[in-house]
């Protein structure tokens, strides 16, 4: 079996060679547990139950979780294991199963959910992605995944590319998330006002490119139905390599998420989680 799971599509057998990920077939975790610090819809009052994968098919200079994607630390378990950890934070009394950086090792995580579901697994299923992903891998989840994430990162490809090596960024992510809205729909709360099902997209506006944000906003605007969510995130910081890049080096500046806000608003999109700054 050769990998094509991103759009990378590195073509190898990753059982004796590496592509771009560099990473083996066998699914690495380097954590799970009960998170709070998610969208509150999403945590809600229990947690979510988070597994977090080692590796990534992004190079992001600016990642906050660079220990875990670049340095891959973590521990190799089966799939008979991821299996038995999905169920054990069901157990712990988690909202949902948040699978976090998910894409490459989509095909030991298809087989771990048949088998959690096989044994009791009834929590949401939610695919926590950086949304540089292949339409087919998508598909080949529907009907396991309960909730998609999808960060959308950016709009223009030459930002993209100098930042995560990611060619053709926005049409794969987009292509993705046309696909993820035709399993899910949009989102769908319980009593408690915790997400069941649905799309989700995040975005995290990063400084000096807030008309890459715009382009973005007005693509959902324009491209999926009124009732889906739009996560815009204020958090960026410049961890890892982002002091390499002068332009990035610096937080947020309030004025610019402010202005991003305010588009938000002014093209008529109605359902946004916003931070502070």
Avoid at 34 to 51: A, C, D, Q
């Amino acid at each position: 079996m050769r990998c094509n799971l991103c759009p990378r599509k590195c073509n190898v057998d990753r059982s004796v060679e590496r592509g771009f990920c560099d990473m083996p077939w066998q699914a690495k975790i380097s954590d799970a547990f009960l998170h709070y610090g998610e969208e509150p819809f999403i945590s809600g009052k229990k947690g979510s139950g988070t597994v977090f994968f080692s590796g990534c098919n992004l190079k992001c200079v600016f990642c906050q979780n660079y220990e875990i994607s670049q340095y891959q630390f973590g521990t190799f378990v089966t799939e008979e294991e991821l299996a038995e950890i999905f169920l054990k934070l069901q157990s712990k009394g988690a909202h949902n199963i948040n699978l976090v950086t998910p894409t490459i090792h989509a095909y030991s995580i298809k087989k771990a959910l048949v088998l959690a579901k096989e044994k009791g697994l009834k929590i949401p299923v939610l695919y926590n992605t950086n949304a540089y992903e292949n339409v087919e891998t998508i598909k080949m989840l529907e009907g396991l995944i309960d909730i998609y994430l999808p960060d959308l990162k950016y709009y223009d490809d030459e930002i993209a590319v100098k930042y995560s090596e990611a060619s053709d960024y926005f049409k794969y992510a987009t292509q993705a998330i046309l696909e993820m809205e035709r399993q899910v729909g949009v989102p769908e709360f319980d009593e408690n006002w915790v997400i069941k099902k649905g799309l989700v997209i995040r975005h995290l506006v990063m400084p000096g490119y807030v008309e890459d944000t715009k382009k973005i906003l007005l693509w959902i605007k324009e491209n999926l139905p009124r009732g889906v969510y739009v996560s815009l995130m204020s958090q960026y910081t410049p961890y890892y390599k982002a002091r390499n890049y002068p332009e990035i080096n610096r937080r947020l500046n309030p004025e610019e998420y402010k202005e991003a806000v305010e588009f938000f608003f002014k093209i008529g999109l109605k359902n946004g989680i916003f931070q502070n700054l």
